[in-house]
């Protein structure tokens, strides 16, 4: 026969286990995160100086190459990314499916480096690359080539672009 002392105790730990798991699921996503908030910063350090010979080469603003490409590529650690060495989601031809059996529309790059030239390559012959060119003001950038169909989901790509430089100071970055 149960008692009422057992069924309390039994209550007191299964209340004790449920709050316990919260706590371990609370954590593991605080934990999950971490490394994520870091990993933009991570990436600014590894490619600013490329995207700063980059803005020196082309006249596109270096916060606008890292902040592109911290979008496009999650930090560098998207598919994409780590697949194909596409930095910024340039669509083309890529030899996945020969290699690893995946099928992707996504531009396959030899290097980190080519993946940014060819950006800055395709920025270089949009037509308002003439009247932007020399301009670091991002924002100006980012309004232009969201008209000019670089995205597929231009208003949502210029805010979250915007965003990005924004957070991470990427106008205010030193070039190093």
């Known amino acids: 026969m149960v008692t009422n002392d057992r069924i309390r105790k039994k209550g007191k730990a299964g209340s004790f286990n449920v709050v316990r798991q919260i706590v371990v699921a609370v954590l593991l996503v ?49 598919r994409n990314c780590r697949l194909l060495n596409n930095f910024f989601g340039v669509k083309g031809k890529n030899n996945l499916a020969k290699t690893k059996e995946i099928r992707s529309a996504y531009k396959q790059y030899p290097t980190d480096t080519a993946s940014f030239v060819d950006f800055c390559k395709i920025v270089s012959r949009k037509k308002v690359y003439a009247s932007l060119k020399g301009n670091k003001d991002s924002q100006q950038w980012v309004a232009a080539l969201s008209k000019t169909g670089y995205s597929e989901v231009p208003a949502t790509w210029q805010r979250l672009i915007n965003s990005t430089i924004r957070k991470h100071q990427l106008e205010k970055r030193i070039s190093k």
Request: net charge negative; hydrophobic share 45%; aromatic share 6%.
């Open 30 to 78: 605080l934990l999950s995160q971490m490394p994520a908030a870091a990993q933009p910063d991570k990436f600014i350090k590894q490619y600013g100086a490329l995207a700063d010979s980059l803005e020196t080469a082309y006249g596109i603003p270096a916060s606008l190459i890292l902040g592109v490409s911290i979008i496009e590529s999650s930090s560098g650690t998207s």
